[in-house]
């Protein structure tokens, strides 16, 4: 049981609405689909404090860890740029953790991209590094 591909790029422009970007107004949602066919969603929240901004990936990683998913199937990260951004280090970084087979898709407003973690993410540095 899951949901098709246009129901999380649905999601992710959705909640791309709710994006707190008053300073780069850049607007970003993600999408998380986990393994029993839930969703998960997050934007991006920025702070008056630059740094502490967080991405909209890590905030869907948040809601996803919060229900009780880890098995993380596919990502949808939607912005309103071509071509379709991809996530940053540190989101890279972040959905390592729940593992590399992760398929990420970036959609702008007119195309999509699509890769595994494993690809965005070389050499990663994981858990299995401090065994
Ligand atoms: N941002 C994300 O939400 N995800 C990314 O992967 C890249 C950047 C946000 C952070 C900030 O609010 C804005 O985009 C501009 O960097």
């Avoid at 920025?46 to 098995?71: D, F, H, P, Q, W």
Wanted: net charge negative; proline share 5%; hydrophobic share 45%.
């Amino acid at each position: 049981m899951g949901v098709s591909g246009g129901e999380l790029v649905r999601r992710a422009r959705e909640v791309m609405q709710n994006a707190y970007a008053p300073y780069s107004r850049f607007h970003v949602g993600a999408a998380i689909e986990a393994e029993d066919g839930t969703v998960h969603v997050g934007c991006n929240v920025e702070n008056a404090s630059y740094g502490l901004t967080i991405c909209a990936e890590r905030m869907a990683v948040g809601a996803a860890v919060a229900a009780g998913k880890r098995s993380l199937v596919r990502v949808v990260v939607a912005t309103g740029i071509e071509p379709p951004a991809t996530p940053c280090g540190a989101c890279r970084q972040l959905l390592a953790e729940f593992g590399l087979d992760l398929e990420i898709i970036a959609v702008g407003p007119s195309s999509e991209r699509r890769w595994t973690l494993r690809d965005l993410l070389p050499e990663a540095f994981t858990r299995e590094s401090l065994t």
